[in-house]
């Protein structure tokens, strides 16, 4: 399964099938830019002295566009110790720089959330540091799971923006999924009537 809105950019790198349910969301940053973050994701010959080979299940760029690169139901290489249970979500841009956000790029992950908290049931919960105590479901930042590597997504990461819009959006498929219903018990209550 892929998240409807994302362009296929299938990477090599990935263990097919997962051990494990999924749990948690992990959000990144690339710390560089789209195209250079593309090839690394899916770099069948990176070595070990580059970083190795990784992936990510998704990549949003500063466009909002969303590529999806691993199947959800594969595993992808994003994170030490957790790749089996988790979606690994990469951001362009940079832990440090509060300009890697934009409304493009927040529209965009605010829908992808919004989809992977109903597709998968995740609470739109976050854990932003490894000083926080962990979700047992939800939303998690990459520092959080790797403290002693990472610090991404950073702290400009607007996630109560991010939360608030994914809130919105999944009222308005509600909104929408109930609007649907009613219509076709109001066409089956008039088919009856007649």
């Known amino acids: 399964m892929r998240y409807p809105g994302s362009q296929v950019l299938s990477s090599p790198n990935f263990e097919a099938g997962r051990a494990a349910a ?6 990144h940053t690339t710390e560089g830019p789209l195209e250079a973050s593309l090839n690394t994701l899916s770099d069948q010959f990176r070595t070990p002295a580059e970083g190795g080979r990784v992936s990510a299940h998704y990549v949003v760029g500063p466009a909002g ?18 790749n089996s249970d988790t979606i690994g979500i990469e951001i362009v841009g940079w832990a440090d720089d509060p300009s890697s956000w934009n409304p493009q790029n927040i529209a965009a992950l605010s829908a992808l959330v919004s989809w992977l908290s109903t597709t998968y049931g995740l609470p739109l919960v ?16 990459h520092h959080a ?7 991404d997504p950073g702290p400009y990461f607007p996630w109560e923006e991010i939360k608030a819009q994914a809130e ?5 498929l509600n909104t929408e ?9 109001i066409a089956i209550g008039l088919a009856v009537f007649r």
Not at 22 to 27: E, R, Y
Not at 168 to 172: I, K, L, M, Q, S
Not at 177 to 185: K, R
């Open 126 to 141: 976050y854990q932003a540091t490894p000083e926080e105590p962990p979700t047992a479901r939800g939303f998690v930042s």
């Open 65 to 82: 566009e969303i590529y999806s690169l691993v199947e959800d139901q594969d595993t992808a290489w994003h994170v030490r110790g957790r």
């Open 145 to 151: 799971l790797d403290p002693s590597r990472r610090s």
């Open 177 to 185: 999924i109930i609007g649907a219903i009613a219509l076709v018990l």
């Open 22 to 27: 999924i749990s948690h969301a992990v959000f």
């Open 168 to 172: 919105g959006t999944a009222t308005e």
